[in-house]
């Protein structure tokens, strides 16, 4: 049996910033037909490895290839490598259509592929429209539909889901889960990981800019068994801060806290130690967030 | 490389920075000229030459070039055109390149519209016009100084990424600070980018005395001379720069 083939590889991967270093030593591979998640709390490297795999920063030491090619040495980059950063921005002034057709341009893309990826990302309807009276779950998929404009091997998104509305992050799931089925390689970045977790084959976990995990998805969340707590209150802030007092780790959404390495009876205790009313509480299945803090020391 | 010119110039085409540049420049250049020819009399061949030197293309082009370039920055779309055309040495010469078309074609438009209209009032009013063969002459100068000016505007806005910043410092540059070397100094202002070499290759003659303007082929190699620095000073920190 042939060894899968790896498509991306970031090899001790450095990069300073004067006296900040913002990626340390980073390893790892990306595999042809497979999503994988890049994991890691906001400020982990995660956006300046990506950069360095595209050329935009050089490295201070190692690589950053694809298929052991450096990006500018692809011979159409856009053809071979679509990608999707962070700060995805347009001219103000430039309708979704004529974005593409400068992007085509310089691809030495067909014309008509322009038509098709404003189709695939559901805003041909908005083409001529100047990008400035987009939304930004709008101007999110003009930044995928510019990325599948080659209709390239490669996909490297940062954050893609941001400004999306549910249903966008459902699109975006399935989107990710397509363009694996037929073969591509795709690298997803996100802090927020119940983003992903429904969409990745594997992940790599880093934090401060060192790889801290990396495998199957199964291989990751079976790492740790602890605990962790879904619990409704009316004063979230007061205990979430009692239990970070204790040492748990607490993620918030809302009005809701998931309590990681405490039971239910534990947070129904400190609860109650705090005098704050609980609305709801129940156990939680071991989860990537769990296995996440687990691995970056982050506490939400 | 025709690639990314195609794609740059269909950038210039896809906004309507370039169409308003082109409409005020057409504007003040047609102002000039119809006022001067319907008040003025007793034109010579020489005066009907500067006159047609009005050309305002040389003064917009360039803050285009500057507006096309650190706008890369300043709408945050540096990253995206990078990543389409990853060899930074090329993309700044194809985009220096559509400038310096884009020049061509501004002043071709403000050049040919001056003429037309000047000479149509001159002869209109029995004052002297001058042959084609003058005009031909006067129009390649005007074009070559455009389109040296936009793409000395590119390499500026590639220098100084704030655009803010640039266009200021290149009107500063161009309507004060050269100005004034040129009065006092004019043996040294005589080399400069935005007027004095221009005056040479268009041998307007701005200092009252022809002696101090560099000769057209002179002032032609000074003024690339500009161009070839500037070029080289923006593509050496477009290549090192980290695009974070």
Known sequence: ?300 | MSALLRAELLKLRTTRTFVALVAAALALSLLVVVLTTLIDDGFEKEEVRMLFTADFSSIFIPLLGVIGMAGEWRHRTITGTVLAAPDRLRLLSAKTLSYALAGVVLSIIVTVTIMAVGTIILSARGETTIGIGDLADQLWRNLVVSALLGALGVCIGGIVRNQVAAMIGLVVFAFALEPTILGLAPEVGRFGPTAGAPNGLLEVDAFGDDADLLAPGIALMVMIGWVAASFAAAAALLRRRDLT
């Open chain 1, 1 to 300: 049996m042939m060894a899968p083939m790896a498509v991306v590889e970031i090899k001790d991967l450095h990069k300073r910033f004067g006296s900040v270093n913002a990626v340390k030593g980073l390893s790892f591979e990306v595999e042809a037909g497979r999503v994988t998640g890049f994991l890691g709390p906001n400020g982990a490297g995660k956006s300046t490895t990506l950069r360095a795999l595209l050329g935009l920063v050089r490295p201070s030491e190692g690589t950053a290839t694809f298929a052991g090619r450096l990006y500018h040495e692809l011979e159409r980059p856009s053809a071979e490598v679509g990608a999707v950063l962070e700060d995805a921005s347009f001219h103000p002034g430039r309708t979704a259509r004529n974005h593409l057709r400068v992007l085509a341009a310089a691809g030495e893309h067909p014309e008509g592929r322009v038509d098709e990826v404003l189709s695939t990302v559901g805003i041909a309807d908005a083409a001529d429209r100047r990008v400035k009276g987009y939304s930004m779950g709008m101007r999110q998929r003009l930044a995928i539909a510019a990325a599948l404009l080659g209709d390239p091997q490669v996909l490297i998104l940062d954050e893609p889901t941001n400004g999306l509305d549910p249903p966008g992050i459902s699109w975006m799931r399935s989107l990710v889960r397509h363009q694996a089925a037929n073969g591509r390689a795709v690298l997803v970045s996100s802090h927020l990981l119940a983003e992903v977790a429904q969409s990745v084959d594997d992940v790599v976990v880093i934090s401060s800019g060192e790889l801290r995990g990396q495998g199957t998805l199964e291989q990751v969340l079976g790492g740790d068994d602890g605990p962790a707590t879904e619990v409704r209150v009316q004063d979230p802030d007061r205990l979430a801060s009692a239990l970070e007092g204790r040492g748990h780790g607490v993620e918030r959404t809302g009005d809701d806290l998931l309590v990681l390495g405490a039971t239910p009876e534990q947070v129904g205790a400190i609860a109650a130690e705090e005098s704050v009313v609980v609305l709801g509480l129940k156990s939680r299945a071991r989860s990537l967030e769990a296995a996440f803090f687990a691995l970056t020391g982050d506490g939400g």
